[in-house]
């Protein structure tokens, strides 16, 4: 079964509008954490934002904030006003547990292209 | 502070020939990660090490593929007797703590493997 769950293959978004990627994830762990990476044509992987399970307030980072509903198990990315710059794939991750096992569990990725 | 370094970043084999990738950690951090992402995938788990152990191999191919991390020196991902679904993207990644909890894994640039 998919751990990570990322809908949108694709998004075609508006310069300075905002724009929403989906996340769902599956787990039976009470301690988790997810992330949100983002990958632009250079191939590089680039940390945006982390959400733990036990965060009582959903984490933001500049323009991006992460609306984290732990009872429909979403970690949506948030990005406030995009940017050309914006443009890449985002991947969204998971780590069950504290402590054992600490691999990131990747979904397929969202390629999002910003027009101007 | 230097980052995750990877070397080489572009790697050419023919069939059969064998595949030697290098992960320098970021100072300090002393757990390294092995993932594979095949075209327009996302990045799938491969190995955990430490220095001198191998935690969790659970995503690594039963035959051909190795990895170490010594008590000197960057860890190691080896593949022997290359094939063509061997092209892929290898990225490594670093983290200060087995146990911490939200201690993202810092990203190398990754090694482009191609197989003719």
């Known amino acids: 079964a998919q751990k990570i769950t990322q809908t949108q293959p694709g998004m075609f978004v508006q310069e300075k509008e905002a724009v929403t990627l989906d996340c769902t994830y599956d787990t039976s762990d009470p301690s988790y954490g997810l992330f949100w990476y983002k990958q632009p044509s250079s191939g590089e992987m680039i940390f945006l934002i982390y959400q733990g399970s036990y965060d009582q307030q959903n984490a933001t980072e500049g323009r991006y904030s992460l609306n984290f509903q732990k009872a429909r198990k979403s970690a949506n990315l948030v990005i406030s006003a995009s940017q050309l710059g914006d443009s890449a794939m985002y991947f969204c991750?998971?780590?069950?547990?504290?402590?054992?096992?600490?691999?990131?569990?990747f979904g397929q990725g969202t390629r999002l292209t910003i027009n101007p | 502070n230097a980052g995750v370094m990877q070397n080489p970043r572009h790697l050419v084999r023919r069939r059969g020939q064998e595949a030697r990738l290098r992960c320098s950690p970021m100072k300090g951090h002393s757990h390294v990660y092995w993932y594979r992402q095949l075209p327009e995938e996302g990045l799938k788990f491969m190995v955990y090490?430490?220095?001198?152990?191998?935690?969790?191999e659970s995503g690594m191919p039963k035959e051909r593929f190795s990895a170490e991390f010594p008590k000197e020196g960057p860890s190691i991902l080896r593949i022997q007797q290359v094939v063509r679904g061997d092209s892929a993207a290898y990225f490594c990644?670093?983290?200060?703590?087995?146990?911490?909890?939200?201690?993202?894994?810092?990203f190398g640039p990754g090694t482009r493997l191609t197989v003719t």
């Open positions: 990644a670093s983290s200060p703590s087995r146990t911490g909890a939200s201690y993202e894994q810092y």
């Open positions: 090490l430490q220095k001198e152990n191998i935690i969790d």
């Open positions: 991750a998971m780590r069950e547990g504290q402590r054992g096992a600490q691999k990131l569990v």
